[in-house]
């Protein structure tokens, strides 16, 4: 049988996948700090007797695109946004030091200052703790300073710093948790040095830098294709009823 018709079925698994990349980027519109990944396709060669011209198509995700979203301002004290190239450096559940560049940051019953999903900020020796204040000011620097409950307005204590770190993109990857880390070839024997010449705003958080309009086109043009995956499917199937009938009345 012609393998026209597992390359048709193969070419709308791909384009199942590649859609939900494009999904996913466009899910993630409004998440603050959100990275979208790339997706691209590329022909593969089918193995065993073939027609020269049968190629298979296989979807990869070849990167995320780690340019900055736009800085929307919400005027709150805890919301910081790195500016320029850069990651604000986070402790995730399996105790790794992973980046991010989403800035909406809280503080729990301990006074330990986590990301809104309740990661823990790290800072100069671990994660940040904080005293108990009245008022919180993060620095363009990152320095964390608070005014101590009972203590005059113009008393501001520094208790700790951001820690801001700035890795070559190239050795970047984005997990599956979302945050983004070294990859495992690139990665460091110790924690990743800090980046004394990176500046934050506070009372900003990023956008995220999807593009709706692309990826909804993208989506568009993918079930397009989709349906044309089908549509070969179909024909390979009919030319092999066709095929069968004629040997039968040989």
Not at 52 to 71: H, I, K, V
Not at 134 to 141: F, H, I, Q, S
Request: hydrophobic content about 40%; overall charge negative; charged content about 20%.
């Amino acid at each position: 049988m012609d393998k026209s018709i597992y390359i048709g079925m193969s070419g709308a698994k791909q384009n199942m996948m590649a859609q939900q990349a494009h999904a996913n980027n466009l899910a993630n519109v409004n998440t603050t700090g959100f990275k979208k990944d790339f997706a691209q396709a590329r022909s593969m060669p089918v193995f065993g007797e073939h027609h020269p011209t049968r190629a298979y198509a296989m979807t990869e995700r070849p990167g995320t695109d780690f340019s900055a979203g736009s800085l929307q301002q919400t005027g709150r004290d805890l919301d910081v946004a790195v500016e320029g190239q850069g990651w604000l450096a986070v402790q995730n559940d399996q105790g790794e030091e992973v980046f991010t560049r989403s800035g909406s940051l809280q503080v729990d019953v301990n006074g330990l200052l986590r990301m809104s999903s309740g990661e823990p900020v790290l800072g100069n020796g671990g994660p940040v703790a904080l005293p108990p204040f009245e008022r919180l000011l993060v620095g363009a620097d990152g320095t964390i300073s608070v005014q101590p409950v009972g203590g005059p307005p113009n008393q501001l204590v520094e208790v700790d710093r951001l820690k801001l770190v700035n890795p070559p993109a190239d050795v970047l990857e984005k997990g599956q948790d979302g945050f983004i880390r070294r990859k495992p070839d690139d990665a460091l024997a110790g924690p990743e040095p800090v980046d004394a010449t990176m500046r934050v705003a506070s009372g900003y958080l990023e956008s995220s830098n999807v593009n709706a309009v692309e990826e909804m086109i993208a989506n568009l043009q993918l079930s397009r294709q989709f349906e044309m995956q089908v549509k070969v499917m179909q024909t390979a199937d009919e030319n092999s009823e066709v095929t069968a009938r004629l040997l039968q009345n040989l």
